[in-house]
């Protein structure tokens, strides 16, 4: 019997199956601005993203509603109930997992994607999940032939998702990741496929409920006085001249598990270029 209409089993029919290419010349930064503001709704990807899937959040006002705080994460991924803070220390608790890895899609057709539709994917909130960082790690760039979630009763909806992002933007599985869907999918033949609009995100200064806005407000940061003036960095040494000495891009160090770095507090701060200027760079 052929799948029905709308589900993802039909949708994985109709992707391409190719062998994975070499992953030469794979790099973050061919996918664009880590978190850029694609949506341009004044805030970065990944506070999007963290404000549509945590709740209790508490969003700094210093930012007009649109930085993260503190919240907590129902991690699809293992079920358990994750904290997030802020904080060099504590934001990679809780990481934004690209449910289909950009070096994955590199491998299967993104390689031939213009710079646009590269950036498009690594900042789409249907290939984008809140999910908790050592499990994210884990995972790494793995397709469903290697990787799927501790979880089982969310692997239905966690193919479904990789099947929907690969079908919007023209990659392909290999045979050994269509088998491994096409089982998944077999314990939920009617699992629909999802849509961007479907997961959406919600809009800036959300993550309050309208209901506890009032008891919630004084949780946030309000504005203080303005910092003072830090003093001028002291010259740096040759290896230090704005460059980290061991990763070319803040992507090759977010990859292997470096960052974030603070405006004061680390050293490795002063090698990158803070261009929201928010005094952390290399943002997980």
Known sequence: MAPAPGTALAALAT???????????????????????????????????????????????????????T???????????????????????????????LSDAWQKGAQQWDAATREAFANDPLNLLAVDGPTNAAKGDGDAATWLPPQRSVRCSYVARQVAV????????TSAERDAVARVL???????????????TPPRGAGLDVA???????????PGPE?????????????????????????????????EYVRGVDPE???????????VVCEG
Do not use: M
């Not at 293992?78 to 690209?98: K, N």
């Not at 690969?166 to 599985?173: D, R, T």
């Not at 077999?186 to 959406?200: F, I, Q, R, S, Y």
């Not at 701060?269 to 005094?279: L, N, V």
């Open 15 to 69: 992707l391409p199956v190719k062998g994975r290419a070499p992953k030469t010349g794979y790099d973050r930064d061919l996918f664009g601005q880590a978190w850029a503001d694609v949506d341009r709704n004044g805030c970065d990807t990944r506070n999007d993203v963290l404000r549509r899937d945590l709740v209790d959040v508490v969003l700094d006002a210093r930012t007009g509603g649109c930085v993260v705080l």
């Open 71 to 101: 919240g907590l994460l129902a991690d699809p991924y293992t079920g358990e109930t994750v904290p997030f803070t802020r904080g060099v220390e504590t934001s990679a608790e809780v990481q934004v997992d690209h449910v289909v890895a």
């Open 166 to 173: 690969k079908a919007a933007y023209g990659a392909w599985v």
């Open 186 to 200: 077999g314990d939920c033949p009617d699992e629909p496929l999802p849509t961007a609009e479907g997961v959406g």
């Open 212 to 222: 506890g806005v009032a008891e919630r407000e004084p949780a946030t940061i309000e």
């Open 227 to 259: 910092p003072e003036p830090e003093p001028a960095p002291e010259e740096a040494t040759a290896d230090q001249a704005g460059t980290d000495p061991r990763f070319d891009t803040c992507g090759e160090a977010l990859d292997a598990g470096y960052g």
């Open 269 to 279: 701060y002063d090698w990158y270029r803070d261009g929201d200027g928010d005094g």
